[in-house]
């Protein structure tokens, strides 16, 4: 008979490999998870598990960053292998030649199938100085659960599609708190009522994906498109109201 196994001495859970969307000699993209951090900074309290290390142990390389995603959004993250891809990408970012999608959940319905919110934010904690911040949104789907909401028998929600053409902190959630149509999830500047509705189905992620990349490769100059999908709990909020992916 064995002798049972003290938890101490078991060993610690293999993460599962972080899965790449595109990677050639020069860079990569990865899928990266929700909740998962991107590096170690001020924000991540203590915390010792970040992508930015899984990868180089789990490719053997040195990586650098060439842009950052929140911890609770999850999606495509571009990263090069040496320092001078990565300047030449983020040259490419900063020059506006990065296009980023990203897919959102909020409460209500915007009014218009396209808009635009133009409102300046600040750089985060430490950081007071407002700078010029710019998101486009289109409307993709709308619809409506039966959970009473402000003295109307049902909640209505939105699906969006969002683009940056800034990259401040935490733009595309703030925007949305600013414009009444918070972000399903997020618990920083969201609606804890709506959050908590989507708890109770099962949902407990932020809605916020980053669903496509498409950059100019710094080498051969060729535009390069990356697609990530939903992961399930995403696609479980998209299947409450029955919409098809966009």
């Known amino acids: 008979m064995n002798d049972p196994v003290d938890a101490a001495d078991a060993p610690a859970p293999v993460a599962e490999p972080l899965p790449l969307l595109y990677q050639d000699e020069w860079l990569a993209v990865v899928n990266k998870p929700a909740g998962l951090m991107v590096h170690d900074s001020k924000l991540a309290r203590g915390e010792d598990d970040f992508l930015a290390d899984r990868l180089r142990e789990q490719l053997g390389r040195p990586i650098f960053l060439v842009h950052r995603l929140d911890r609770a959004t999850s ?7 040496d320092r001078d891809t990565a300047s ?8 506006g ?9 909020c409460r209500g319905w915007p009014a218009e199938e396209s808009f ?3 409102h300046d934010l600040d750089g985060g904690p430490g950081k007071p100085v407002k700078k010029q911040a710019i998101t486009h949104f289109q409307r993709l789907r709308t619809g409506e659960l ?3 909401s402000t003295g109307f028998p049902t909640s209505r929600y939105a699906l969006l ?3 940056p053409q800034t990259g ?6 703030r925007h949305l708190k600013h414009c009444f149509h918070h972000l399903i999830g997020d618990t920083s500047h969201g609606d804890g009522r709506h959050n908590r509705s989507f708890r109770m189905q099962g949902i407990h992620r932020m809605l916020l994906h980053a669903e496509r990349l498409a950059f100019p490769h710094p080498r051969s100059g060729e535009r390069v498109q990356v697609v990530a999908p939903l992961d399930q709990e995403f696609q479980k909020a998209m299947d409450l ?4 992916s966009p």
């Open 75 to 81: 999606g495509c993250l571009l990263l090069a292998f």
């Open 88 to 95: 030449t990408l983020g040259k490419a970012l900063m020059g």
């Open 97 to 105: 030649e990065v296009a980023k999608d990203y897919l959102a959940v």
């Open 116 to 118: 635009t919110i133009d």
């Open 146 to 148: 039966e959970i009473p």
């Open 161 to 163: 599609r969002c683009q």
């Open 168 to 173: 401040r902190f935490r733009q595309i959630r």
């Open 241 to 244: 109201f029955g919409w098809p």
